[in-house]
């Protein structure tokens, strides 16, 4: 199983940002998958999910109403379009499958990718 991520980089804050997660190796369109970032010096911290279906998603509070995560089963793909990024997003940003749903600890996803750096300057 391989999740790769990318579109991490330095931004401004108020810009927005678009990550993507390729995955291989499994069922991805059977999967609930998810964003998960980890700043330096703390605890990895859920972002957001999505069910296999694209259908239902589900956030951080830190996050709703800027990000949104999405899905294209016939890519393998999974999305993250981050908006108003401010200064406190930036951290390494994981992309993971294999979720139970409505997990929103990183013992809830079975399948990790290598994640992507997003940096945001104010």
């Known amino acids: 199983v391989q999740l790769q991520a990318s579109g991490g980089g330095l931004v401004q804050a108020g810009d927005s940002l678009r990550l993507s997660c390729v995955a291989s190796?499994?069922?991805?369109?059977?999967?609930?998958v998810a964003w998960f970032r980890q700043a330096p010096g703390k605890e990895r911290e859920f972002v957001g999910a999505?069910?296999?279906?694209?259908?239902?998603?589900y956030y951080a509070d830190s996050v709703v109403g800027r990000f949104t995560i999405s899905r294209d089963n016939t890519k393998n793909a999974l999305y993250l379009q981050m908006n108003s990024v401010k200064s406190e997003d930036t951290a390494v940003y994981y992309c993971?499958?294999?979720?139970?749903?409505?997990?929103?600890?990183?013992?809830?996803?079975?399948?990790w990718g290598q994640g992507t750096l997003v940096t945001v300057s104010s």
């Open positions: 993971a499958a294999n979720g139970r749903w409505g997990a929103r600890s990183p013992d809830g996803f079975g399948y």
């Open positions: 190796g499994y069922t991805f369109r059977s999967s609930n």
């Open positions: 999505i069910n296999s279906s694209g259908v239902r998603k």
